[in-house]
């Protein structure tokens, strides 16, 4: 092939595979979930990934993590193999709805609960105990609020408070693999 027809060849690809992951058909992992919703002055984008391990500051500087999550304030976060089985990494970010920066200093509350057939509560409500995080190395662009909870394949109904305005997503859940994979900032 000449050298002309390689680099179209290459920009067409390159072109196909941009225009598939901008129309959301290329996810990053088969149990990837990812909705967004405004309320308020806000726009919250809700995931469903699989769990992630979550580390110190200071366990991220000594040990050099480099993938994972650091704490930054909030709930105790939940450990991939915590006796619970946790499979999935539920969180939210939450962007000014004007100016599309990161909130880094919400009060976030979440809750999930399973659909059943007919889209009606299969049962009580789960609280998400929410840890505000970053993704190790990213900074506070990356800052978001959630943890790793325990859902079985299915439909559920999770509920998102940010500084007191409510929001809903109904999102359907994998059954994600042990496999740990860093989550796409």
């Known amino acids: 092939m000449c050298t002309s027809r390689k680099w179209f060849f290459i920009a067409a690809c390159v072109s196909a595979l941009l225009v598939a992951v901008i129309a959301g058909t290329v996810p990053a992992h088969a149990a990837d979930v990812m909705q967004t919703k405004t309320v308020g002055t806000y726009r919250v984008e809700l995931h469903v990934l699989p769990a992630e391990p979550f580390f110190s500051k200071q366990d991220v500087a000594d040990k050099h993590v480099k993938d994972g999550m650091e704490i930054e304030g909030g709930a105790a976060p939940v450990a991939p193999d915590a006796d ?31 659909l059943d057939g007919k889209g009606s509560p299969a049962g009580t409500p789960s609280d998400v105990a929410v840890v505000v995080m970053q993704a190790i190395g990213k900074g506070p662009a990356s800052t978001h609020y959630g943890n790793n909870v325990t859902m079985p394949a299915g439909r559920y109904r999770v509920t998102v408070t940010v500084n007191g305005k409510q929001v809903v997503f109904i999102v359907s859940a994998s059954n994600a693999s042990g496999t740990m994979a860093p989550m796409k900032m």
């Open 84 to 114: 619970s089985h946790s499979n999935h990494h539920l969180i939210v970010h939450v962007f000014d709805k004007k100016t599309g920066k990161v909130v880094s200093d919400a009060t976030v509350t979440m809750s999930f609960v399973a």
